[in-house]
């Protein structure tokens, strides 16, 4: 992977680069599918699945943030890079997230990996022959981490590219509660209820007394699914608890000055034990901010596209596109 250049070096000039740079891709060849997936009796999860124009060479499944969605500028670059390398892109939406908050009965969480595992049961059953591999972002790196890890040796997918990833939950919960953050964190914060509000299970006053990320997971998020409290749902659910066990390519995309992860986390001694996994530690690129100096502006998209067409099983003619985004 090439070295990351960044537009700036502060931190979280980056991350707000990274959320508001525009991405004013024409996706006209690759029409959409919305795809409305049952993942148990009460729950239905959203799919926005795009096609290459040539022969795909694989499967790419996008998962998306903390209170993202299909739609976050992120998922809409890689997809662009994706399809127009070759691989049918997904976009997947946690549950409740892309305007589903009346499909299920529950809300989704950091480590919630049944909805993507009966996605990608579904997609093995359709039997195309197809390798298949997972890009998250940030939470979504945490699910998939954590699902790779749960899976061990596994058909159903064939590596994994986490983005920002908080491997590691109470430990961001607490930096993203920094003063320094507090931006961030409100923002976060206020999308939070307003979907929980949208799913007409909680009434505003039922969340008047949650004023951090940590007070919604331990008050709602936690409880929601037998976790108890905070403590205990960021204990078992964080990415780390499953590194050791992943048995398939695996890459961790990260800065060292995220705004939102402490950086030591990722001297957990899985990372380094585990032949299967890889870090690419930047110094800069704060969090999903990784806009780089020269254009290609979206090192993170190129980087992530360089491990899907190493990684592929068999040697293929990947199909390329010559033209780079400003």
């Not at 959409?32 to 926005?48: A, F, K, Q, S, Y």
């Not at 983005?163 to 607490?174: E, F, H, K, N, V």
């Not at 509660?177 to 909680?202: H, I, S, V, W």
Request: net charge neutral; glycine share 8%.
């Amino acid at each position: 992977m090439r070295q990351f250049e960044p537009i700036v070096r502060n931190p979280h000039l980056l991350t707000i680069l990274g959320n508001f740079w525009p991405r004013g891709y024409d996706f006209t060849p690759f029409p959409e599918e919305r795809r409305l997936i049952r993942t148990d009796p009460d729950t239905r999860v959203l799919v926005l699945t795009q096609r290459p124009v040539v022969t795909a060479v694989g499967h790419v499944v996008l998962l998306h943030g903390l209170e993202g969605s299909g739609d976050s500028g992120y998922n809409r670059s890689m997809s662009w890079q994706t399809l127009n390398a070759g691989f049918i892109t997904h976009r997947f939406h946690m549950r409740t997230c892309g305007g589903t908050e009346h499909l299920c009965k529950t809300l989704y969480h950091a480590g919630l990996t049944a909805d993507l595992r009966a996605f990608l049961q579904q997609l093995k059953a359709e039997d195309d022959g197809l390798p298949v591999y997972l890009i998250g972002f940030s939470l979504g790196g945490n699910v998939s981490l954590k699902f790779a890890g749960e899976e061990g040796e596994t058909d159903l997918i064939h590596g994994v590219c986490a983005i920002s990833t908080p491997i590691d939950l109470a430990a961001s919960a607490r930096r993203i509660g920094q003063p320094d953050n507090a931006l961030y964190e409100t923002r976060f914060l206020n999308r939070m209820k307003q979907r929980l509000l949208a799913t007409g299970r909680y009434t505003a006053k039922d969340l008047a007394c949650c004023k951090s990320l940590w007070e919604i997971d331990d008050r709602v998020t936690a409880p929601s699914f037998g976790f108890g409290g905070a403590a205990n749902y960021y204990g078992t659910q964080s990415a780390q608890n499953f590194l050791h066990a992943i048995r398939v390519p695996t890459v961790l995309l990260q800065a060292q000055d995220d705004t939102f992860i402490p950086f030591e986390i990722f001297r957990h001694p899985a990372i380094a034990a585990n032949p299967n996994l890889t870090l690419f530690a930047t110094e800069h690129g704060g969090h999903l901010g990784f806009i780089s100096k020269h254009a290609p502006r979206f090192w993170v998209d190129h980087s992530a596209l360089e491990f899907l067409q190493n990684n592929l099983p068999t040697p293929v003619t990947m199909a390329r596109n010559s033209k780079c985004e400003d």
